[in-house]
C-alpha cells in the first residue's frame, strides 16, 4: 500500500523513465536467466543433506549470492533470517514452533520450491495457536527451503528441528545473534557496481511516478514476495526531502512499524522502528526509495483505513546566522 504521489510535473522524469524502461527489461531478463540457470547449476540442486544458513555477510560474500538477492525481493532489515534446506518433500514439512518461540515472539516462516522459489505456504507466531510444540505445514511433492525471519530475536538464537514427511531431516542449531547482527547491510553499498544499477534502476522512478502505473502492478513488481500479514506503505524521495509520518491514535499499541531506507538502487542505508505517533525522517542527501512495514502484535488486529498518513516535505532552509556560519 502507498499513500504519496508526486502532482507536480518534475524534470527528471524526461530520463528517468525511459531509462527506468530499459532498467526493468533488463532486471526481468536477469532474473529469468538467474532462475533457469540456477535449476541445472545451483549447488544445492546436488546437496542432499539439508542445512541451517543464516543471511549474513558471509553467507552473501559471493558476487552471485548478492546479484540473486536483490533480483528477489527487497531486504527486510528488521530481521534475523534464517535458511534451511534444500528437503525432498513427499506430502509434509513439519517444524518445531516451541524452538522459535523461545528464540523471538514475533516470526514468520517461508515454504519455497528450490529452483523456481515459488512460495507455497507460510506460517508465523500470529497464526499458530501455541498450543503444538510441532507445526506441520503440507505440500505438494518437490524439493523445499525454509526461510524463517525472527524479530526481536534472543542471543543467542535457536533454529529449529524440521521434520520431512514426519521423519527427522534437520536438527537444532544454536547460534551467536548479536543486537547488531544485520549491521552487515550497511556495508552491502561499497559492493554497488554498473550490473546493480542496471538491475534496480528502474525501482526510483517506479515509485516516485507510479501515478502513470496500474497500484497492483507496482506493488507487485517492488513487493514481489510480500508477507501478507504486513501492511507495506512505500516511495521515493529526492535530494533535499523528507517523509513525514502519521500515525494514528493507538496503532502503536496494536502494531509494530518499521521505516526502511534504501539508495535508489535498493542498498540499504538505514532502518529503525517507529516509537512515536508523529515521526520526520532526516532530509535525503540523494534519491533514495523507503519501505515502512506495519506488522500486528496480535492475531485479528484489524488495520483502521487511514492510519498512516504519509507526507514528502521539503527540508527547511537553513536560517540567516546557520548560512552566515557555512
Known amino acids: 500500500m502507498s499513500d504519496r504521489v508526486n502532482d507536480a510535473f518534475e524534470w527528471d522524469a524526461l530520463w528517468e523513465v525511459p531509462v527506468g524502461v530499459l532498467s526493468f527489461l533488463f532486471s526481468r531478463g536477469l532474473r529469468w536467466a538467474l532462475?533457469?540457470?540456477?535449476?541445472?547449476?545451483?549447488?544445492?540442486?546436488?546437496?542432499?543433506?539439508?542445512?541451517?544458513?543464516?543471511?549474513?555477510?558471509?553467507?552473501?560474500?559471493?558476487?552471485?549470492?548478492?546479484?540473486?538477492?536483490?533480483?528477489?525481493?527487497?531486504?527486510?532489515l528488521h530481521a534475523l533470517i534464517g535458511l534451511a534446506g534444500p528437503f525432498n518433500v513427499t506430502q509434509s514439512l513439519s517444524i518445531h514452533v516451541a524452538t522459535i518461540a523461545q528464540a523471538t515472539p514475533t516470526w514468520t516462516a517461508v515454504f519455497y520450491t528450490l529452483g523456481d522459489y515459488t512460495t507455497h505456504a507460510n506460517i508465523s507466531s500470529l497464526t499458530v495457536s501455541g498450543e503444538n510444540e510441532w507445526e506441520t505445514?503440507?505440500?505438494?511433492?518437490?524439493?523445499?527451503?525454509?526461510?524463517?525471519?525472527?524479530?526481536?530475536?534472543?542471543?543467542?538464537?535457536?533454529?529449529?528441528?524440521?521434520?520431512?514427511?514426519?521423519?527427522?531431516?534437520?536438527?537444532?542449531?544454536?547460534?551467536?545473534a548479536s543486537p547488531e547482527a544485520n549491521r552487515f547491510y550497511r556495508d552491502?553499498?561499497?559492493?554497488?557496481?554498473?550490473?546493480?544499477?542496471?538491475?534496480?534502476?528502474?525501482?526510483?522512478?517506479?515509485?516516485?511516478?507510479?501515478?502513470?502505473?496500474?497500484?497492483?502492478?507496482?506493488?507487485?513488481?517492488?513487493?514481489?514476495?510480500?508477507?501478507?500479514?504486513?501492511?507495506?506503505?512505500?516511495?521515493?524521495?529526492?535530494?533535499?526531502?523528507?517523509?513525514?509520518?502519521?500515525?494514528?491514535?493507538?496503532?502503536?499499541?496494536?502494531?509494530?512499524?518499521?521505516?526502511?531506507?534504501?539508495?535508489?538502487?535498493?542498498?540499504?542505508?538505514?532502518?529503525?522502528?517507529?516509537t512515536e505517533a508523529s515521526h520526520c525522517t532526516v532530509p535525503s542527501d540523494r534519491k533514495t526509495v523507503f519501505i515502512i512495514r506495519v506488522h500486528p502484535r496480535q492475531?485479528?488486529?484489524?488495520?483502521?483505513?487511514?492510519?498512516?498518513?504519509?507526507?514528502?516535505?521539503?527540508a527547511a532552509p537553513p536560517l540567516a546566522d546557520e548560512v552566515s556560519l557555512r
Not at 57 to 69: G, H, S
Not at 143 to 163: K, S
Not at 299 to 314: C, E, K, Y
Request: charged share 15%.
Open 35 to 76: 532462475t533457469n540457470l540456477g535449476r541445472y547449476y545451483n549447488p544445492m540442486n546436488k546437496q542432499e543433506t539439508p542445512e541451517w544458513q543464516v543471511v549474513s555477510a558471509e553467507f552473501l560474500a559471493k558476487p552471485i549470492k548478492l546479484v540473486w538477492a536483490m533480483s528477489r525481493a527487497r531486504w527486510n
Open 137 to 176: 505445514v503440507p505440500l505438494p511433492p518437490g524439493r523445499y527451503l525454509v526461510g524463517l525471519r525472527h524479530y526481536h530475536w534472543a542471543d543467542p538464537v535457536t533454529l529449529p528441528a524440521i521434520q520431512a514427511d514426519g521423519a527427522a531431516a534437520l536438527a537444532a542449531k544454536t547460534i551467536p
Open 188 to 274: 552491502l553499498i561499497q559492493r554497488q557496481g554498473f550490473i546493480h544499477v542496471c538491475l534496480n534502476g528502474y525501482v526510483y522512478p517506479l515509485l516516485r511516478y507510479r501515478r502513470w502505473l496500474p497500484a497492483h502492478f507496482v506493488r507487485s513488481v517492488f513487493l514481489p514476495v510480500p508477507n501478507p500479514e504486513t501492511q507495506f506503505h512505500y516511495g521515493a524521495l529526492q535530494p533535499g526531502e523528507q517523509l513525514k509520518i502519521q500515525l494514528a491514535s493507538g496503532l502503536l499499541s496494536t502494531h509494530e512499524i518499521f521505516f526502511s531506507l534504501y539508495n535508489r538502487f535498493c542498498f540499504p542505508l538505514d532502518w529503525y522502528p517507529i
Open 299 to 314: 492475531p485479528d488486529v484489524s488495520f483502521p483505513p487511514g492510519a498512516v498518513r504519509l507526507t514528502t516535505v521539503a
